[in-house]
């Protein structure tokens, strides 16, 4: 009887100070096959010496493809979006994390249960070690659910730790290669704006290594989340909320009608006056995870940043 099959969609921009790690930490489950995909933006280190010696050496097969040179954001979803890699799961990773050895297990064990035939979505926390490998925190634990009305404010699962059906890897292909601010952010959005289900573990199940090259921070610490709420507050999350809005927009087909609709409160929200803006965030009850984040969404609201 065939296996399960497991495509792991790894992307990498010199990485090569910490890929060997990661690549060594990925461990396919006995009752899965699996394979690697890597998508390369034009390294210039030995991102590229490290991925064949590992194909040469590991019995998980590997494929290295070139990427679009446009960002991580763009290299994923051309790796989600691209021909010929054809699974049952799928899952993100990126070049410098530590996986914990039941980590696909685990996820794959929660998406098991699940209607295959119904987009699925699993995510959770990470834990930040240090460039030694010193263990610095883990990530907020979110407790709220999850759901559209969240996704459109921020996101919950960071892509190291998602790993999805194929129901959800055929709406990604669907909506294709968009200009958005993160995969990640992404994937959370589109899934539950199709009515799919995200799964959130609040058990890390991988080390986020914290380094100068990292393409997004840390979400640990008092100095980090303030960083981040400063952030919100100062506009730049408007920017990253109309590259989201613009994609979903035209993708919209694929939502469900409630969500097509929340689509349309969140873009009053937006874009109203001050009292429309108000209302259209009490209406359509979207909210943060925590009590700052939402503070924050209420100040933004009120002072036009969302």
Not at 154 to 174: D, P, S
Not at 245 to 264: F, R
Request: with cysteine; aromatic share 10%; charged share 20%.
């Amino acid at each position: 009887m065939e296996l399960p099959r497991l495509a792991v969609l790894l992307c990498t921009y010199n990485g090569g100070r910490y890929l060997a790690e990661q690549l060594h930490s990925i461990a396919i489950p006995d009752s899965y096959s699996g394979a690697v995909f890597a998508s390369d933006d034009a390294s210039t280190d030995n991102t590229l010496e490290v991925l064949e010696r590992y194909a040469r050496g590991s019995s998980l097969p590997l494929e290295v493809r070139a990427g679009p040179r446009s960002g991580h954001a763009a290299n994923f979803l051309s790796l989600v979006c691209a021909p010929g890699i054809d699974a049952d799961y799928f899952a993100y990773a990126d070049q410098d994390d530590l996986w914990d050895s039941d980590k696909l297990a685990r996820a794959l064990e929660y998406l098991s249960r699940l209607d295959a035939r119904e987009p699925a979505l699993y995510c959770g926390r990470t834990r930040t070690v240090s460039e030694r490998g010193d263990i610095e925190g883990n990530s907020p634990l979110f407790t709220r659910p999850p759901s559209f009305a969240n996704a459109l404010i921020h996101n919950i699962g960071g892509g190291n730790t998602m790993v999805f059906n194929r129901a959800a890897h055929e709406l990604l292909q669907r909506a294709g290669v968009v200009d958005v601010v993160s995969h990640d952010w992404w994937t959370y959005l589109l899934v539950t704006g199709a009515g799919g289900k995200v799964i959130y573990d609040p058990s890390p199940s991988l080390s986020y290594r914290q380094h100068s090259a990292n393409s997004i921070g840390a979400n640990t610490g008092m100095l980090n989340r303030s960083q981040r709420y400063l952030c919100f507050l100062s506009g730049r999350n408007r920017g990253w909320n109309a590259r989201n809005l613009q994609a979903l927009s035209s993708v919209s087909g694929l939502l469900t009608d409630e969500n097509q609709h929340l689509l349309e409160v969140y873009t009053e929200m937006r874009e109203g006056g001050v009292l429309s803006r108000m209302k259209a965030l009490r209406s359509g009850g979207f909210y943060a995870q925590t009590s700052w984040g939402n503070f924050g969404l209420l100040a933004a609201t009120l002072l036009k940043k969302i």
